[in-house]
């Protein structure tokens, strides 16, 4: 079955890094996009990269442009989002998520990883 098992998150001050990883498995991961979206606390989900199946092609959220970076390595099933001069804003559960298509959407999502920034 499709597992999508986020990691890398934690606690970090502001303008610091993270690079969140998510190991894939149970599809063909190099015929998939792959998305990262996330949720902060009281809000709605947010998306936030997209990277084609062959890795490039990415598209950002005007809010992580320049900062995020998405992306893959198909030999480990792994889309990685490199975040850099992150800010308290950016405190979210991050999710990574199978991009199946238009039709299709995001059609499995893993359970997400944790991201704090505070000093």
């Known amino acids: 079955q499709v597992q999508l098992v986020e990691s890398g998150g934690g606690l970090v001050q502001p303008g610091g890094s993270l690079r969140l990883s998510c190991a894939a498995s149970g599809f063909t991961f190099r015929n998939y996009a792959m998305s990262w979206v996330r949720q902060a606390p009281g809000k709605g989900l947010e998306w936030v990269s997209d990277?084609?199946?062959?890795?490039?092609?990415?598209y950002y959220a005007d809010s992580v442009k320049g900062r995020f970076t998405i992306s893959r390595d198909t030999a480990k099933n792994t889309p990685y989002l490199q975040m850099n001069s992150l800010k308290p804003e950016s405190t979210a559960v991050y999710y990574c998520a199978r991009y199946a298509g238009a039709y299709d959407g995001m059609d499995y999502w893993g359970k997400g990883t944790q991201v704090t920034v505070s000093s």
């Open positions: 990277i084609n199946n062959g890795g490039g092609v990415t």
